[in-house]
């Protein structure tokens, strides 16, 4: 046999080789064109339908191609939370606002925050009758702090914050160990030794007083 009809047999057998590689690979990673038209309606993209099909994204990629069925980065044409049109390089929200919604950290907002600190303060005060223990002073939610008796088993301050981002259950146990006390009797509690009427003023010195 010669050399030309040797390399058309071994180029032939190569081709015949490589069709059945390629034939092999598209029968096991196979995705029939119903299930990509299912996963396009419901605007996954190539990386989540690789995952569903445990196949890389270039064979998702190619699978959508060979059906020529229509893929977009941007398959989602309105925004998931008001509906609104996308536009530009918006992929799935119109605004942050409604970014913000959708992952919940509206909740932790400021004004939410505080709000639902003020409400948890509200609701204990209320349980030691809205007022200062000591003088009964009830005018001012923000004059109205907690004491705890005993500093050691103090777990934490109970600012509004913490107040906002804890369970009722743990606000519950912590002011168990408070009194509550207006800021006047708070300050007074923490610090009887300065007492105005118990202080006493060192001499003054006069300036240009020889020592």
């Known amino acids: 046999?010669?050399?030309?009809?040797?390399?058309?047999?071994y180029t032939e057998k190569?081709?015949?080789?490589?069709?059945?590689?390629?034939?092999?690979?598209?029968?096991?990673?196979?995705?029939?064109?119903?299930k990509l038209e299912n996963y396009?309606?419901?605007n996954l993209t190539k990386s989540q339908i690789a995952q569903q099909e445990n196949v890389t994204i270039s064979?998702?990629?190619?699978?959508?191609?060979?059906?020529?069925?229509?893929?977009?980065?941007?398959?989602?044409?309105?925004?998931?939370v008001c509906n609104n049109p996308l536009c530009g390089n918006q992929t799935k929200f119109c605004s942050l606002e409604c970014h913000n919604k959708l992952n919940n950290k509206k909740y932790q907002g400021y004004s939410q925050q505080r709000q639902r600190g003020i409400e948890k303060k509200l609701k204990l005060i209320a349980l030691r009758g809205?007022?200062?223990?000591?003088c009964g002073y009830?005018?001012?939610?923000?004059?109205?702090?907690?004491?705890h008796i005993d500093p050691n088993e103090k777990d934490d301050q109970m600012d509004m914050r913490k107040l906002s981002n804890s369970t009722w259950?743990?606000?519950?146990?912590?002011?168990?160990k408070c009194q509550v006390l207006c800021a006047n009797c708070h300050a007074e509690t923490h610090f009887p030794h300065l007492e105005i009427s118990k202080l006493v003023l060192p001499p003054r010195i006069e300036l240009g007083t020889a020592h």
């Open 1 to 9: 046999m010669n050399n030309v009809a040797h390399e058309f047999i």
């Open 14 to 34: 190569s081709k015949i080789l490589l069709f059945s590689v390629l034939s092999y690979e598209d029968n096991h990673n196979m995705i029939t064109k119903e």
């Open 40 to 42: 396009l309606k419901e």
């Open 59 to 80: 064979t998702a990629s190619s699978w959508i191609k060979k059906y020529k069925l229509s893929y977009s980065r941007r398959s989602i044409q309105n925004c998931v």
């Open 130 to 134: 809205s007022k200062c223990e000591y």
């Open 138 to 147: 009830n005018k001012n939610l923000a004059s109205l702090q907690f004491h």
């Open 169 to 176: 259950e743990w606000c519950l146990k912590e002011f168990a």
